[in-house]
C-alpha cells in the first residue's frame, strides 16, 4: 500500500508541475517564433504544449520515485532477462498487426470504409518512427514501471486492473484544442478540467475506454507471462502501425457507435479483434512453453 500511495503522489505531481510548467512552455515558444527561430511554434496549439509539459514533469520526477519506492534493478519490478527477447518482439508484432489488418480489410470491402483519393506518403512515413518509440517508452513506464512496483504488494490481478485502467485513462484525457486562447498561469489547469469533457458522452466512454482498458490488459498480462517487455512492446508496435497506417489511407464511411468509431481501435469490433489476439497469444506463449508468473 505504500508503494502505492507514492504511485499517487507521483501522478499528482507530475500534474501539479505539468500544469505550471505549460504556460511556460508556451510563452518560451512564442517568444522564440516571434525571433524568427523556429516559426512553426507560433502555430502551436497550447494543448501541445500542455502534454509536453506533462511528459517533461514526469521524467523529472521519475528518479524521486525510484528513490523512493528502492527499485535497484529489474528484479525489483518482476522483471528478468529475455533470452528470447528478438523472438517475442516478432511474433507480438504480426499477432497483433495481422487480426487488425485483415479487420481493416473486411471493413473497407464492406463500404463501411473507403480509401482516401489522395494520400499523404510523408504522413504515413512518420508512423514508422512511431510505431517504433511509442511502444517502447509507454511498456517501459505502464507495463514496467508502473505494474512492477504495484506487483509488489502481492495483488497481481488488482495490479492488473488499476495499470489497465490508468493507462486508458491517460489516453482518453484529452482537452479540444483551442481550450486556452489566451494563456495565463492558470491555462494548464484548465486543460486539465476540460480533459474529462468527452466522459460526458456514455456511447463513446463504453467505445474507446474499454477497448484501450482491453490492450492494456493483455499487454500486462503478455508481460506477466513472459517477465519481459518485448512482447508487449511488440504487441504495442504492430496496433500502433497497423491503425496509424490505417488512418491515413482511409476513412469511415460509417460511424457505428459503441460498434465502430473513425479508427480501428475504437469500437466493440476492435474489441472483439484484440480478444482473438489475446487468444492467439495465449496459445503460442503455451505452445513455446513460456513459464507463468
Known amino acids: 500500500m505504500k508503494d502505492a500511495a507514492r ?3 507521483y501522478f499528482a505531481a507530475t500534474i501539479l508541475i505539468g500544469a505550471l510548467l505549460a504556460p511556460v512552455f508556451f510563452w518560451t515558444g512564442q517568444s522564440l517564433a516571434a525571433h524568427g ?26 528518479w524521486p520515485l525510484f528513490r523512493s519506492v528502492r527499485v535497484r534493478g529489474m528484479e525489483d519490478l518482476a522483471l528478468a532477462r529475455n533470452p528470447n527477447w528478438s523472438r517475442d518482439l516478432f511474433a507480438g508484432f504480426l499477432f497483433a498487426a495481422i487480426p487488425l489488418l485483415c479487420c481493416g480489410a473486411v471493413l473497407i470491402m464492406s463500404h463501411v470504409y473507403s480509401l482516401q483519393p489522395a494520400i499523404s506518403w510523408l504522413a504515413l512515413a512518420k508512423i514508422i518512427p512511431a510505431s517504433a518509440v511509442v511502444p517502447a517508452i509507454e511498456e517501459t513506464f505502464f507495463r514496467g514501471l508502473i505494474l512492477g512496483i504495484l506487483l509488489r504488494s502481492g495483488h497481481k490481478y488488482i495490479s492488473v486492473f488499476v495499470t489497465s485502467a490508468l493507462y486508458s485513462v491517460v489516453h482518453f484525457l484529452k482537452a479540444p484544442e483551442q481550450t486556452s486562447t489566451i494563456v495565463t498561469w492558470t491555462s494548464g489547469f484548465n486543460s486539465i478540467a476540460h480533459s474529462f469533457a468527452e466522459f460526458a458522452d ?8 474499454a477497448t484501450l482498458f482491453l490492450i492494456g490488459w493483455i499487454l500486462a498480462d503478455a508481460r506477466m507471462r513472459t517477465r519481459s517487455l518485448w512482447l508487449p512492446i511488440g504487441l504495442h508496435a504492430g496496433w500502433i502501425l497497423v491503425s496509424g497506417s490505417f488512418n491515413r489511407i482511409a476513412e ?8 465502430l468509431g473513425r479508427n480501428l481501435l475504437v469500437g466493440i469490433v476492435p474489441l472483439a479483434v484484440g480478444c482473438l489476439t489475446w487468444l492467439i497469444v495465449r496459445g503460442w506463449l503455451k505452445y513455446v512453453g513460456a513459464p507463468k508468473t
Request: hydrophobic share 70%; no cysteine.
Open 7 to 9: 504511485l499517487l503522489v
Open 37 to 62: 527561430y523556429f516559426p512553426f511554434l507560433a502555430r502551436v496549439d497550447f494543448e501541445r504544449y500542455f502534454h509536453r509539459a506533462l511528459l517533461v514533469a514526469a521524467l523529472v520526477l521519475l
Open 202 to 209: 456514455p456511447i463513446l466512454v463504453t467505445a474507446s475506454f
Open 252 to 259: 469511415a464511411e460509417i460511424v457505428m457507435l459503441p460498434w
